[in-house]
Each structure stands twice: as structure tokens, then as C-alpha cells.
């Protein structure tokens, strides 16, 4: 079971295909539920398995939300994708303090929330991989690639150089 964060448009998407095209049961986030319901229909039409899940990572109780609903309907996970994400397209000094510090909740403690939780899903499956795409949000995900932090049982792998080859056309 694979579980993709920000799957509604661009690299989600693209890992989304990617995912459920190698035959992986797909979990689909992001807040647009409209975008993932296409995603999933134009996978489902492929004959491939995809759900999807309408979640806003903004909010503090959503990961562990998610990460219930997708353990309750799979009984496992053997792949985290945390790729949801954003960044402001105004300098940072032009920056307001909440876009600030929602840009950080979304980056940065929404991913790490959904690495924690879904740590002890993965071991009890026999282990699992976390992906973390970097893109334009290098300096915020930074904080997720720490080897010290890595648990056993689990690998977490940068997908800023993936980034590109996904999000070509198919």
C-alpha cells in the first residue's frame, strides 16, 4: 500500500501513476478532492487500485486522521510519500508571518506528524520506505532527511532529482 501526500497535480501526481502503474495499492491525498477524484477514475479506468482521501494537511489532526483511515482500510503501509507542499511566490522578506508559518506546518511538521505515525504501521508490516520530495522546499523537508533520525526497519529516500522524470508527460 502506497500513500501519496499532494497527489492532486504535478510530481503527487506523477508518483501516483508511477505507483499504482507498478501494481501498488494507491492512496491518494491533497486538499482538492475534484483532482483526486479524476486521478483516480483515470486509474481505476486502467484497471488499476486507487482510492482517495480529501485531507488538509494544514490542520494539526489531519495526518494522524489519515494515517487511521488508511490503517483501518488496508491494515498496513508499505509506502509514504510525503510530497504535499507549497512555497510563497513572493520574496521571503515580503512574506507575512502566517504565510510563514503555514508554509512550515505544510513542509515541514505535517510530514514529519505522518513520518511518525507511520512508523509503527510500516514495522508491522515488515518494514517500509518513506519518500520525501524536495523541489522547491529544500530548505523546510532538510529536516527530514537526518540519518540519526531514520528508525530502523524503514528507509527515507530525496526524490528532489526523481522530481523531474515524474513530472514528465506521460
Same mark, same amino acid.
Given at each position: 500500500?502506497?500513500?501519496?501526500?499532494?497527489?492532486?497535480?504535478?510530481?503527487?501526481?506523477?508518483?501516483? +501513476?508511477?505507483f *499504482?502503474?507498478?501494481?501498488d495499492? #494507491?492512496?491518494?491525498?491533497?486538499?482538492?478532492?475534484? +483532482? #483526486?477524484?479524476?486521478?483516480v477514475a483515470?486509474?481505476? +479506468?486502467?484497471?488499476?487500485?486507487?482510492?482517495?482521501?480529501?485531507?488538509?494537511?494544514? /490542520?494539526?489532526?489531519?495526518?494522524?486522521e489519515?494515517?487511521? +483511515?488508511?490503517e483501518?482500510?488496508?491494515?498496513?503501509?508499505?509506502?509514504?510519500?510525503?510530497?504535499?507542499?507549497?512555497?510563497?511566490?513572493? /520574496?521571503?522578506?515580503?512574506m507575512?508571518?502566517g504565510?510563514?508559518?503555514?508554509?512550515?506546518?505544510?513542509?515541514?511538521?505535517?510530514p514529519m506528524?505522518?513520518?511518525?505515525? *507511520?512508523?509503527?504501521?510500516?514495522? /508491522?508490516?515488515?518494514?517500509g520506505?518513506?519518500?520525501?520530495?524536495?523541489?522547491?522546499?529544500?530548505?523546510?523537508?532538510? *529536516?527530514?532527511?537526518?540519518p540519526? #533520525?531514520?528508525?530502523?526497519?524503514?528507509?527515507?529516500?530525496?526524490?528532489?532529482?526523481?522530481?523531474?522524470?515524474?513530472?514528465?508527460?506521460?
Amino acid at each position: 500500500v502506497t500513500l501519496v501526500t499532494g497527489a492532486s497535480s504535478g510530481i503527487g501526481a506523477a508518483a501516483s +501513476r508511477l505507483f *499504482a502503474r507498478r501494481g501498488d495499492r #494507491l492512496v491518494v491525498t491533497a486538499r482538492r478532492a475534484e +483532482r #483526486l477524484e479524476a486521478l483516480v477514475a483515470d486509474l481505476r +479506468r486502467e484497471g488499476l487500485d486507487a482510492v482517495c482521501i480529501e485531507a488538509d494537511l494544514t /490542520r494539526s489532526d489531519a495526518p494522524d486522521e489519515l494515517l487511521a +483511515r488508511v490503517e483501518n482500510r488496508h491494515g498496513r503501509l508499505d509506502v509514504l510519500v510525503n510530497n504535499a507542499g507549497f512555497g510563497a511566490q513572493v /520574496r521571503y522578506e515580503a512574506m507575512e508571518r502566517g504565510d510563514v508559518e503555514l508554509m512550515f506546518r505544510v513542509n515541514v511538521l505535517a510530514p514529519m506528524a505522518l513520518a511518525r505515525r *507511520a512508523i509503527p504501521i510500516m514495522r /508491522r508490516a515488515g518494514g517500509g520506505v518513506q519518500l520525501s520530495s524536495s523541489g522547491n522546499f529544500a530548505y523546510n523537508k532538510a *529536516a527530514l532527511q537526518r540519518p540519526d #533520525l531514520v528508525p530502523p526497519g524503514t528507509r527515507t529516500v530525496n526524490m528532489s532529482l526523481l522530481g523531474q522524470a515524474l513530472a514528465a508527460p506521460d
